[in-house]
């Protein structure tokens, strides 16, 4: 009750790009990992809500057995806004959604809320074409933090509301351990319907966790784990579409280059990250030879969660050393090369000198924890991570 009613006082800087939505769709998906703060977003937006609402929560064997006939509930209720929860629990519902909709064609009438891709959900998107549109809630960002929450504290809890606002580190990891042991133990399983092996996905979690930012090798987690290649590719497919994993593609318009092509993968959350790789606490973090990795995937995370539609996110390496932490591209055109960096004192790589001559990028920026923004050579930006994203990532896009 009290972690629900701090999440209540952070407001997510979603709801309002949700509200537009609302109110030019007949449906709006609002997506993310489970534990995210889908539900009470929805109670903050009902709050909003002019018209009457029903709320299902599909999880809850009441709920569902509401629905046993779809058409006769829609239409039943076809005057209010109609909030279905875990909805990906019953894709049959998706079908009956659409003549639905077509019937009594009104936007606003139904928010739909699912811990899982419709990538994975077979025929979702092929449903609701054109009367539905989807928006990703990830976990609280860094511009979305309260004044009494510092980056530090963020960047090792990471962003689920529970574990950032649990009244010490010790019940951060207990509520992470929780999380994570009811994810490999049913939450895949009950999103996908599929039997994964739980020992071998702790394993993979872990490994993937050690692993993080690295370039992606199928082969050698298969070598390790005692699977198939194939298997392990679906694996990853599974974990991104639960919105926990993300494969960070590489760059690689430059022909008369050697590139390396495969994604690099990254755990989302940085609290998932630390607790999978045993750091018990922020302090113990700076020492551990993680926070390199960490902090890259942080600034990763953060950056994309405030991308526009149309501004891609890449990183960028050749065989002959040149490396892009992260390339910003709009159409064909280089925005920004970034290089990121624990240290508030950088010293910038040869490397990324040589993928700013390969790129030939409009802005070039090294972001670190706090420092303040000043010029480095060449035209490069030292920024810190909030001002990166408050002042020079909204002159981009």
């Known amino acids: 009750m009290v972690v629900a009613y701090l999440c209540c006082m952070i407001k997510r800087k979603i709801i309002s790009t949700i509200l537009q939505l609302h109110k030019h769709y007949p449906a709006v998906a609002i997506l993310g990992p489970r534990q995210v703060g889908k539900t009470t977003l929805v109670k903050e937006i009902v709050k909003l809500h002019k018209h009457k609402v029903r709320y299902l929560d599909i999880e809850k064997q009441n709920d569902a057995d509401k629905l046993s006939d779809p058409e006769a509930f829609f239409n039943l209720h076809k005057d209010k806004c109609i909030i279905l929860d875990e909805v990906q629990l019953m894709p049959h519902l998706f079908s009956a959604l659409r003549p639905a909709i077509d019937e009594f064609r009104k936007p606003g009438r139904f928010i739909l809320l699912g811990s899982a891709s419709p990538d994975l959900v077979k025929g979702v998107s092929e449903t609701l074409a054109g009367r539905i549109a989807y928006i990703e809630l990830p976990p609280i960002g860094l511009l979305e933090l309260p004044k009494n929450i510092s980056i530090t504290k963020h960047w090792f809890r990471g962003g689920f509301p529970s574990a950032l606002l649990a009244?010490?580190?010790?019940?951060?990891?207990?509520?992470?351990?929780?999380?994570?042991?009811?994810?490999?133990?049913?939450?895949?399983?009950?999103?996908?319907?599929?039997?994964?092996?739980?020992?071998?996905?702790?394993?993979?979690w872990s490994m993937l966790a050690h692993c993080s930012g690295n370039i992606w090798n199928a082969e050698t987690f298969a070598r390790s784990l005692g699977i198939s290649a194939p298997t392990v590719n679906k694996y990853v497919d599974y974990l991104e579409a639960a919105y926990l994993v993300h494969r960070l593609p590489a760059y690689f318009i430059n022909a008369t280059k050697r590139l390396v092509k495969a994604p690099k993968l990254y755990i989302r959350d940085s609290g998932l990250l630390h607790r999978l790789n045993n750091v018990p606490n922020a302090v113990e973090l700076k020492e551990n030879p993680i926070i390199g990795a960490s902090w890259e995937g942080y600034v990763i995370e953060q950056i994309k969660q405030q991308l526009s539609a149309g501004v891609l996110l890449f990183y960028y390496r050749t065989h002959n050393g040149a490396e892009c932490d992260a390339v910003l591209v709009k159409g064909i055109k280089v925005l920004a090369c970034i290089e990121i960096k624990v240290s508030n004192n950088p010293t910038v790589s040869k490397g990324f000198f040589e993928s700013i001559k390969d790129l030939k990028p409009k802005y070039k920026f090294v972001i670190t924890p706090t420092s303040e923004d000043y010029p480095y050579k060449e035209g490069i930006m030292v920024t810190a991570i909030q001002s990166f994203l408050k002042k020079h990532l909204k002159l981009m896009q």
């Open 167 to 204: 009244k010490s580190d010790y019940l951060c990891t207990q509520w992470i351990d929780n999380f994570i042991q009811s994810y490999i133990h049913k939450d895949l399983t009950l999103l996908f319907g599929i039997n994964f092996s739980a020992t071998t996905m702790r394993s993979f």
